[in-house]
Each structure stands twice: as C-alpha cells, then as structure tokens.
C-alpha cells in the first residue's frame, strides 16, 4: 500500500483530526482489497482550491492498495498521479454526490446528493 502523505498533511482544507481518520482508514485498506479482491484508489482534488466546479476540477491519487489475493489491474503505483481522463466522470460523482462509486459504476445515474 502506498500513500501521499504529504498532500493530506499540506491540503488546507483538512483539519488534522482529518488527516488521523484517513491515516486510520489507509491502514485498514490492504485488509480491505484482498478481502475484496479489488484494487483501492483513494483519489482526491489536485487544487488547493479542490472546491471548484467539476468543470475546473482535477483529482490526484492519494492512496492506493492492491489486493494479494488475486491479479491487480493496477500493476504501478499511481500516488500522486492525477486522474484518468475515463476515470473522471466516476470519481466526480462519487466527490459532487457523497455515495460509493466503482469503476462499473459508469452511466449509472446521478443520485440525490447527501448531505
């Protein structure tokens, strides 16, 4: 498992009671794939600003964990890469409407935002 500290450190809207619970939730993440027999990508905005419209807005990896119990179909690290142009759309509504998203969740409809 592999992480990007220093961005969750750096980013200034996260408090450090935030930068703790994502530590502890990265910790849990190994667990996580190989139970789950999925590749984890924890991504987040690649501005400072993070909060702009979708049209405006980035992501970059942040964490990333790969399952030993099965093939990856992530074979590099990708912390601190920004995102896929085809990866986008799904991880943008997973950010706009606060739900789980996977990567077969594309043309999925748009939920009522959380809130």
């Not at 930068?19 to 190989?34: F, N």
């Amino acid at each position: 498992m592999s992480h990007f500290g220093e961005r969750l450190s750096s980013n200034r809207h996260l408090g450090e009671d935030d930068v703790e619970w994502l530590h502890a939730l990265m910790g849990d993440w190994q667990l996580i794939a190989d139970l789950s027999y999925s590749d984890l990508v924890l991504w987040g905005p690649h501005t400072p600003e993070g909060y702009v419209s979708a049209e405006g807005r980035s992501y970059v990896a942040l964490s990333q964990a790969r399952p030993s119990t099965t093939q990856t179909i992530i074979p590099r690290d990708i912390v601190g890469d920004r995102i896929r142009a085809d990866l986008k759309a799904v991880v943008e509504r997973a950010w706009t409407y606060r739900v789980e998203t996977n990567s077969s969740d594309q043309g999925q409809p748009y939920p009522q935002r959380r809130g």
